[in-house]
């Protein structure tokens, strides 16, 4: 199994993964979960939400930002996120939209990322699980998907295949 067609060959495109949640609470404890392992915002402008009552944007501030689209005070918002610590390194950055139900992480693809990149976003989504998501990955078609969560199975097939 080698998932490396599906990232190192940078074909102008963001592929997405999806991680959805059954429990909508269960959306920000896995934002934060990020923060906590590292991730740090390097959106260009900072980001922005929409607040609904006031109808007006208003700055990023966080991952506590991500209780306002649970509760539905926000509409569903896009930041990136750099410096996320994985298993075995750092993960690229990674586009993440938080909507009341998911988070869809993005990537570029290309050269940065390696075996261990790879290896250390599928340990990442497994946690993600453990906290009560799905994972999907239309974006690779069938085929890639079950490639995909057959590597989310068993991560160690990436580096030892």
């Not at 490396?4 to 991680?19: A, H, K, M, R």
């Not at 939400?49 to 209780?67: H, M, R, V, Y």
């Not at 610590?85 to 940065?112: E, F, K, N, W």
Request: hydrophobic share 40%; aromatic share 10%.
């Amino acid at each position: 199994m080698n998932l490396s067609d599906y990232f190192t060959t940078n074909d102008g495109s963001l592929p997405e993964i999806v991680v959805t949640y059954s429990d909508a609470s269960l959306v920000p404890k896995a934002f934060e979960y990020l923060f906590d392992h590292g991730a740090k915002n390097v959106t260009g402008d900072g980001g922005y939400l929409w607040i609904k009552a006031s109808q007006s944007e208003k700055p990023f501030s966080g991952p506590q930002d991500a209780l306002l689209v649970s509760s539905g005070s926000s509409e569903a918002f896009h930041v990136v996120l750099g410096g996320l610590c994985g298993t075995r390194g750092q993960i690229p950055d990674l586009g993440i939209y938080v909507s009341s139900d998911s988070l869809i992480l993005d990537y570029r693809m290309g050269a940065h990322w390696g075996r261990d990149q790879i290896y250390s976003l599928l340990e990442l989504l497994r946690q993600l699980g453990d906290i009560g998501g799905v994972v999907s990955i239309p974006w690779w078609g069938v085929e890639g998907e079950h490639e995909f969560l057959a590597a989310l199975e068993s991560p160690e097939k990436i580096i030892n295949p």
